[in-house]
Structures are given as structure tokens and as C-alpha cells.
């Protein structure tokens, strides 16, 4: 590590994110917050593998009506379409929830907004002519949505289907078939629609995880799912020309890991698959007829997206690591005499890091946990430390790019940054564990770390603080209240204090996704009541920094106020610290920066820490 937290070479790192090669391999769209916020980039793509040089100036993918003109065009998604004339774009504007979609024409500077009108509009997939474009549209005061699809020249539409979190997730090569995934979260479901007859077929229900494509020759459909499994595989289905799916088989499948990326060869012959294993990933290739498949060199411990170039010989990855900022390699594939090997085609920036270690704890109640400690350079015996719990809470801390973390070790503070049951990475049964009124035992867990710490001896138990993002803030704020005495500070980044107003004032769409997870708020009033840390507030003994973001309407602004409210006139130090441009992630790089400098340096104060 160097030094100190202002001289962290890794704390204003630029990201780069989601490559996208355009349909006939000359250009390569990506997205990166070189400028500060997250914009798109295209370039052409270097066929020799060498790296690819930066335009001076982002995509201009700006929307030009409505309340969103006015704000930042943050760029969230891309996708080519398949004829090469558009990059569709889904920006969110300022970070919020209310994503815009737009056609840009990079090589013109046209562009295009997608159902202008509407309250927000996601991306789905592109039709394989490239006439058709699947969007979800939400309209206001609505909980669900309509999977649309778009026709591009004329801008007319036609839903496919309605519903929670619905999502176009694939069309076929025919224009015959679409592929629609619809549900709450932890109860998705997979349809088949025949989009001349409108008949609809069941593919999988009760799902965490829910992905489809087609197959090129369109006799198969590929679907990347856990329903009915533990974790997420590769399964193969046959498609009749009648329209009836038969002959589901497993391509690719773990008993004990998830499948976290899928990427098809335009050929049709292979696959890219992404392994989560023990929380870093492992890249494979493998034949779609169901062989063995063949381990790749991962550029990085974290990957977070795969594709093949068009002509098929190599990956095009994203990743990211403890010390190394998200970047973009390529991955040339295997050839007779050649081995696989990687080249960096958007390099991002490295540095030194405290590397994360696996450490294995168990909860009150007997179950198996983990999660991964970050010592600070020279640590001996107890000491100052954090706990950090990642948001979701389907979601997952794994060992990559994470500048607060390290900024803490940095500052000399022990980073312990557990897995909660309700957590992802270790199958359905684990996920699930925390939903409804199992809520107490994830609360129960944060204890269980601390315990952990000290009974370990690597913390001081009079100098442990917690702290988390949105789910993360949320069970920040619960273990201070039911456990006083425990932590010696906090910090609730977006968390939800009160989950009756956090579903009366969010997205309703947002809430309607979120019912299983945290309970019914038509139906389960006096759990979400129960479960709310704002009723308990007297109990929290110990200084709070609350941070959030103006323009987040996923946990609004008002629960950080409540929070901060319910502590004034009580002899606790309560800071509220409101990002303007930013909504539910701070998205702006320099922004983050300050973030984390401010952080580290508000934790290290509260715990007696001087590394400055």
C-alpha cells in the first residue's frame, strides 16, 4: 500500500465496463467515467488484439424532453443492434431509477429516444434483423410493467406482456418466437410467446436467476436459470416448428457453484461461461453439444462480462481485482499451437492493495458464513476495524475493486466485509434465507461477525464500527438498535430506515419487485413495521454519518432524513451528507473519490485512528 489514504493510487481509478463489438467487428462501444461520470465510448477495434485508443470525445446519447434533459445522461447498458446502424443506450439520469433508452448512430451523431413519455424505459434485446428493439416501459404509479416491442423505423409498439419486473429477453431468428422473463425478485418466471398466435409457454417459474436466448439456427433455446436447480446452469431446449419445447438437457452445470455469464460464438458451436467459485470467477469455453468444457486464463479475479469477437477467436472480457480498476482484456482462444492468452484493450489502473482472505464464521443459530477480512499492512493483534455489508441483499462481497475498503486499510483499519444469509454466490437455499420474517437471522449474522472479530483477536471490541449501502445502510441502522453497546459508529449509505415509507415513497415498480424479499406492504404491515430500524432509533448510542444521494427514488432521500430526525436532541452525533448530482450509486468518479477520502477519514476520527 502506499502510504497514506490521500496517496491510494487506486482511489480515483477511471473504469471501463461492458464491452460491446459492433455487429461487423470494426468498432468497440464501451462505457467509462474517464470524464467523471459514466459515459459511452466507440472506437475501432484493433483486429490484431492490440489496445484500442480512446476517443477524445463520449457518445452523446442526451435526451432532449422532460425532466431528465436537465440531468446527467449516465449511461448504464449498451447493445448494438444486430444490423449495425444503432448503439442503444440506457442511461439513468443523475443515477436514478427513471432509465431513459436511446438509439445513437455513432458514426452520424443521430439519436433517438425510445417512448419519451413514458416514467422509465429499460433495454431488452434487439430483434435479429435489427427492425425491432424489446424495451420495458413503466408508467407512473404503476408496480408493473409492459415488455414491449419497438419498431425502430416507425416507433410503433406492441406489448408482449405485463408484470413485475417484466423484461425482453430474447427474439428469435425467425421473428416467430420472443422470449419474456416476468416476477418479484426470487420468483422469476420464463414465457415463450408466439408472436403471430400469441400463445405463451411456461419455461421455468420460482427462479433467482432467469435468462434465455436462441439458438442461431432457432430449433434451440438456451436458458441460463436456477429454477428448480440449487445454483444457476446452462440448460438446452428443442423448439418445434408447432411451437411445443421439449428435451431440456444441462449444457453446463456446477453442484456447487452459480453461473454468473453466458456468451454465445456467433457460430453457434460454443459458449463463454463465467463461473462464481468461492467468490472469484473462472472462465470456460464450452461445446453446446454438452462436452467437456476447456478452463481459460481469467484476466482478472472478478469478471463481470464476456462476449466473443465476431470472428470467434477470442473473448472480449471485463473484470476487475483488489488492485486493478475495471478494465477491458481480450482473451485469444486456443488454437492448434497457440494456447490461450490475454492482452489488456482498455487498461485500467493498478496499484497496490491489501489482498482480501476468505474467512469462514458461523452464525447464532449454527449456519455456516463467510466473508473477507483485509488486514492492514503490518496488523498484529486486535485493533480498530469495520464491518461492511454489501446492498441487495441478492447480491454478493467478493475480492475485487473496492476503494473504500482498501482506503480503510489504508487508514489502518481491519476491513471484515461478511455474506450474510439472503446473500448471492451460494445457491437458492442461502438466498432466500433472510426473506419475510427470516429477516432477524441476517440481522443476527452482522452480530455474529463482530463476535467473530474479537473472538479471533483481530478486532479491539471497543473499536469496531459497521456500515453498509442501501440493504447494507438498512441493516446498519437494525443492528444498531437491537444490538447498543455493540459498535462503536455507523455508516448507512442509502439504507432504508423505515420500510413502510421506503415501499409508500419508491419506485413503485422498485416496491413491487421487492414484496418477497422484505414482506407485503398490503398484507404484512406489522412485519415491515417490526423490522424498521426508525422505531427503535433511541437505541442507537453511537455517531451515525448518513450519506445519500438527492435524485435516489429506489430508497428515497426522506429515509436519511427520518434517520437524522429521530436522533436529533439525543446525545448522539448524527451527519447527513447529501450528494446533489447522484442518485441511488454515486456514479460521478470524482465524486466517489471524495466519498471515500471523507469516509475513511470520518471512521478513522471515530475510532482514534491518525493516518493522515
Given at each position: 500500500m502506499?502510504?497514506?489514504?490521500e496517496e491510494?493510487?487506486?482511489?480515483?481509478a477511471?473504469?471501463?465496463?461492458?464491452?460491446a463489438?459492433?455487429p461487423?467487428?470494426?468498432?468497440?462501444?464501451?462505457?467509462?467515467?474517464?470524464?467523471?461520470?459514466?459515459?459511452?465510448?466507440?472506437?475501432p477495434?484493433?483486429?490484431?488484439?492490440?489496445?484500442v485508443?480512446?476517443?477524445?470525445?463520449?457518445?452523446?446519447?442526451?435526451v432532449?424532453?422532460?425532466?431528465?434533459?436537465?440531468?446527467?445522461?449516465?449511461?448504464?447498458?449498451?447493445?448494438?443492434?444486430?444490423?449495425?446502424?444503432?448503439?442503444?443506450?440506457q442511461?439513468?439520469?443523475?443515477?436514478?431509477?427513471?432509465s431513459?433508452?436511446v438509439?445513437a448512430?455513432?458514426?452520424t451523431g443521430?439519436?433517438?429516444?425510445?417512448?419519451?413519455?413514458?416514467?422509465?424505459?429499460?433495454?431488452?434485446?434487439?430483434?435479429?434483423?435489427?427492425?425491432?428493439?424489446?424495451?420495458?416501459?413503466?408508467q407512473?404509479?404503476?408496480g408493473?410493467?409492459?415488455?414491449?416491442?419497438?419498431?425502430?423505423?416507425?416507433?410503433?409498439s406492441?406489448?408482449?406482456?405485463?408484470?413485475?419486473?417484466?423484461?425482453?429477453?430474447a427474439?428469435?431468428?425467425?421473428?416467430?418466437?420472443?422470449?419474456?422473463?416476468?416476477?418479484?425478485?426470487?420468483r422469476?418466471?420464463?414465457?415463450?410467446?408466439?408472436?403471430?398466435?400469441?400463445?405463451?409457454?411456461?419455461?421455468?417459474?420460482?427462479?433467482?436467476?432467469?435468462?434465455?436466448?436462441?439458438g442461431?439456427?432457432?430449433?434451440?433455446?438456451?436458458l441460463?436459470?436456477d429454477?428448480?436447480?440449487?445454483?444457476?446452469?446452462l440448460?438446452a431446449?428443442?423448439?418445434?416448428?408447432d411451437?411445443?419445447?421439449?428435451l431440456?438437457?444441462?449444457?453446463?452445470?456446477?453442484?456447487?457453484s452459480?453461473?454468473d455469464?453466458?456468451?454465445?460464438?456467433p457460430?453457434?458451436?460454443r459458449a463463454?461461461?463465467?463461473?462464481n467459485?468461492?467468490?472469484?470467477?473462472?472462465?470456460?469455453?464450452?461445446?453446446?453439444?454438452?462436452?467437456?468444457p476447456a478452463?481459460?486464463p481469467?484476466p482478472?479475479?472478478?469478471?463481470?462480462?464476456?462476449?466473443?469477437?465476431?470472428?470467434?477467436?477470442?473473448?472480449?472480457?471485463?473484470g476487475?481485482?483488489p488492485?486493478t480498476?475495471?478494465?477491458?482484456?481480450?482473451?485469444?482462444?486456443?488454437?492448434?499451437?497457440?494456447p490461450?492468452h490475454?492482452?489488456?484493450?482498455l487498461?485500467?489502473?493498478?496499484g497496490?492493495?491489501?489482498?482480501?482472505?476468505?474467512?469462514?464464521?458461523?452464525g447464532?443459530d449454527?449456519l455456516?458464513?463467510?466473508?473477507?477480512v483485509?488486514?492492514p499492512?503490518?496488523?498484529d493483534?486486535?485493533?480498530?476495524a469495520f464491518v461492511?455489508?454489501?446492498?441487495g441483499?441478492?447480491?454478493?462481497?467478493?475480492?475485487?475493486?473496492?476503494?473504500?475498503?482498501?482506503?480503510?486499510?489504508a487508514?489502518?483499519?481491519?476491513?471484515?466485509?461478511?455474506?450474510?444469509?439472503?446473500?448471492s454466490?451460494?445457491g437458492?437455499t442461502?438466498?432466500?434465507?433472510?426473506?419475510?420474517?427470516?429477516?432477524?437471522?441476517?440481522?443476527?449474522?452482522?452480530?455474529?461477525a463482530?463476535?467473530?472479530l474479537?473472538?479471533?483477536?483481530i478486532?479491539?471490541?471497543?473499536?469496531?464500527?459497521?456500515?453498509?449501502?442501501?440493504?447494507?445502510?438498512?441493516?446498519t441502522?437494525?443492528?444498531?438498535?437491537?444490538?447498543?453497546g455493540?459498535f462503536r459508529a455507523?455508516?448507512?449509505?442509502?439504507?432504508?430506515a423505515?420500510?413502510?415509507?421506503?415501499?409508500?415513497?419508491?419506485?413503485?415498480?422498485?416496491?413491487?419487485a421487492?414484496?418477497?424479499?422484505?414482506?407485503?406492504?398490503a398484507?404484512q404491515t406489522?412485519?415491515?413495521?417490526?423490522?424498521?430500524?426508525?422505531?427503535?432509533?433511541?437505541?442507537i448510542?453511537?455517531?451515525?454519518?448518513?450519506?445519500h444521494?438527492?435524485?435516489?427514488?429506489?430508497?428515497?432521500?426522506?429515509?436519511?432524513h427520518?434517520?437524522?430526525?429521530?436522533?436529533?436532541?439525543?446525545?448522539?452525533?448524527a451527519?447527513l451528507v447529501?450528494?446533489?448530482?447522484?442518485?441511488?450509486?454515486?456514479l460521478d468518479r470524482?465524486?466517489?473519490?471524495?466519498?471515500?477520502?471523507?469516509?475513511?477519514?470520518?471512521?478513522?476520527?471515530?475510532?482514534?485512528?491518525?493516518?493522515?
Amino acid at each position: 500500500m502506499a502510504g497514506t489514504v490521500e496517496e491510494h493510487e487506486l482511489l480515483a481509478a477511471v473504469s471501463r465496463t461492458h464491452p460491446a463489438p459492433s455487429p461487423d467487428g470494426d468498432l468497440l462501444a464501451w462505457i467509462s467515467d474517464r470524464d467523471g461520470r459514466p459515459r459511452a465510448f466507440v472506437a475501432p477495434l484493433p483486429g490484431d488484439g492490440s489496445p484500442v485508443s480512446e476517443p477524445e470525445q463520449a457518445l452523446d446519447v442526451r435526451v432532449e424532453r422532460g425532466p431528465a434533459a436537465e440531468l446527467s445522461p449516465d449511461v448504464t447498458a449498451l447493445a448494438w443492434s444486430p444490423d449495425g446502424r444503432w448503439l442503444a443506450c440506457q442511461i439513468a439520469p443523475a443515477g436514478g431509477e427513471r432509465s431513459r433508452v436511446v438509439l445513437a448512430d455513432p458514426r452520424t451523431g443521430a439519436r433517438r429516444e425510445i417512448a419519451p413519455t413514458a416514467a422509465a424505459v429499460t433495454l431488452g434485446a434487439w430483434s435479429p434483423t435489427g427492425r425491432m428493439l424489446g424495451v420495458t416501459i413503466q408508467q407512473e404509479r404503476r408496480g408493473d410493467g409492459a415488455a414491449c416491442l419497438v419498431d425502430v423505423r416507425t416507433e410503433s409498439s406492441t406489448v408482449l406482456v405485463t408484470g413485475v419486473a417484466a423484461v425482453v429477453c430474447a427474439i428469435g431468428g425467425d421473428g416467430r418466437r420472443a422470449v419474456v422473463r416476468t416476477g418479484p425478485r426470487g420468483r422469476r418466471r420464463l414465457e415463450l410467446i408466439d408472436l403471430r398466435t400469441g400463445r405463451r409457454t411456461e419455461l421455468a417459474s420460482g427462479a433467482t436467476i432467469a435468462a434465455a436466448r436462441f439458438g442461431v439456427t432457432g430449433g434451440t433455446l438456451l436458458l441460463h436459470t436456477d429454477a428448480g436447480r440449487e445454483h444457476p446452469a446452462l440448460l438446452a431446449a428443442s423448439l418445434a416448428e408447432d411451437g411445443d419445447v421439449s428435451l431440456t438437457r444441462i449444457v453446463a452445470g456446477r453442484e456447487d457453484s452459480d453461473l454468473d455469464l453466458v456468451a454465445l460464438d456467433p457460430a453457434g458451436a460454443r459458449a463463454a461461461l463465467v463461473w462464481n467459485v468461492g467468490g472469484r470467477s473462472r472462465l470456460e469455453i464450452t461445446d453446446l453439444r454438452g462436452r467437456q468444457p476447456a478452463r481459460l486464463p481469467a484476466p482478472d479475479p472478478i469478471l463481470t462480462g464476456v462476449v466473443f469477437t465476431r470472428d470467434g477467436s477470442a473473448l472480449l472480457v471485463a473484470g476487475n481485482g483488489p488492485d486493478t480498476a475495471p478494465r477491458v482484456s481480450r482473451v485469444a482462444l486456443p488454437s492448434p499451437g497457440v494456447p490461450a492468452h490475454t492482452t489488456p484493450l482498455l487498461a485500467g489502473a493498478t496499484g497496490g492493495a491489501v489482498p482480501p482472505r476468505p474467512e469462514v464464521f458461523t452464525g447464532e443459530d449454527g449456519l455456516d458464513l463467510h466473508g473477507w477480512v483485509l488486514r492492514p499492512p503490518g496488523a498484529d493483534g486486535p485493533g480498530p476495524a469495520f464491518v461492511w455489508l454489501h446492498g441487495g441483499p441478492e447480491s454478493e462481497e467478493r475480492p475485487g475493486f473496492a476503494p473504500l475498503l482498501q482506503a480503510l486499510a489504508a487508514a489502518g483499519i481491519t476491513v471484515f466485509a461478511p455474506n450474510v444469509r439472503g446473500s448471492s454466490g451460494r445457491g437458492r437455499t442461502f438466498t432466500q434465507a433472510d426473506d419475510g420474517d427470516r429477516r432477524e437471522h441476517s440481522i443476527t449474522d452482522v452480530r455474529a461477525a463482530a463476535r467473530h472479530l474479537v473472538g479471533a483477536g483481530i478486532a479491539d471490541p471497543d473499536r469496531i464500527a459497521v456500515g453498509g449501502r442501501s440493504y447494507g445502510g438498512y441493516l446498519t441502522l437494525a443492528a444498531l438498535t437491537r444490538f447498543p453497546g455493540l459498535f462503536r459508529a455507523g455508516v448507512d449509505i442509502c439504507g432504508m430506515a423505515d420500510l413502510e415509507t421506503f415501499y409508500a415513497s419508491s419506485e413503485p415498480w422498485v416496491g413491487a419487485a421487492a414484496a418477497p424479499e422484505y414482506g407485503d406492504p398490503a398484507t404484512q404491515t406489522a412485519l415491515l413495521r417490526s423490522l424498521s430500524p426508525i422505531h427503535a432509533a433511541d437505541r442507537i448510542t453511537v455517531p451515525l454519518l448518513v450519506v445519500h444521494g438527492a435524485h435516489d427514488t429506489n430508497v428515497p432521500l426522506g429515509e436519511a432524513h427520518r434517520i437524522v430526525a429521530a436522533l436529533d436532541g439525543a446525545e448522539v452525533p448524527a451527519e447527513l451528507v447529501i450528494f446533489d448530482d447522484e442518485g441511488h450509486e454515486i456514479l460521478d468518479r470524482r465524486s466517489r473519490e471524495r466519498f471515500v477520502r471523507d469516509t475513511a477519514r470520518w471512521l478513522a476520527t471515530t475510532l482514534g485512528v491518525t493516518p493522515w
